[in-house]
């Protein structure tokens, strides 16, 4: 499955984004979908999941809150909506497919198949 991200760009302290992700190739309701961030010099981290089954989200305490992820199967697409953005969540964003058992850890990056190439989010203070 291919994952093409967009939707980053600079946005004010407080302001808001929304980042989609439109997969081709595959179904992704087929898939367990994440969203991960990687700032400078910083390892890559988890930030959001949606299951294949039933939806079941979780997040990173660092966006609980305040971030949402969902997916319109029907569009191929998965979103997270960004509210309440900070300087802190300046990084590079990325989505990525899994088709681990429900059981997987979620939150692990090598949990994953399939990667989007990242786009850039800044927030200015």
């Known amino acids: 499955v291919q994952l093409q991200a967009s939707g980053g760009g600079l946005v004010q302290d407080g302001g808001s984004l929304r980042l989609s992700c439109a997969a081709s190739?595959?179904?992704?309701?087929?898939?367990?979908m994440g969203w991960f961030r990687q700032a400078p010099g910083k390892e890559r981290e988890f930030v959001a999941v949606?299951?294949?089954?039933?939806?079941?989200?979780y997040y990173a305490d660092s966006v609980k809150g305040r971030f949402t992820i969902s997916r319109v199967n029907a569009k191929n697409t998965v979103y997270l909506q960004m509210n309440s953005l900070t300087p802190a969540d300046s990084a590079v964003y990325y989505c990525?497919?899994?088709?681990?058992?429900?059981?997987?850890?979620?939150?692990?990056?090598?949990?994953?198949?399939?990667w989007g190439q990242g786009t850039l989010v800044t927030v200015s203070s």
């Open positions: 990525a497919a899994s088709r681990r058992p429900s059981s997987y850890y979620y939150n692990r990056d090598d949990e994953y198949n399939y």
């Open positions: 190739g595959r179904t992704l309701s087929n898939y367990h």
């Open positions: 949606i299951k294949r089954n039933g939806g079941v989200t």
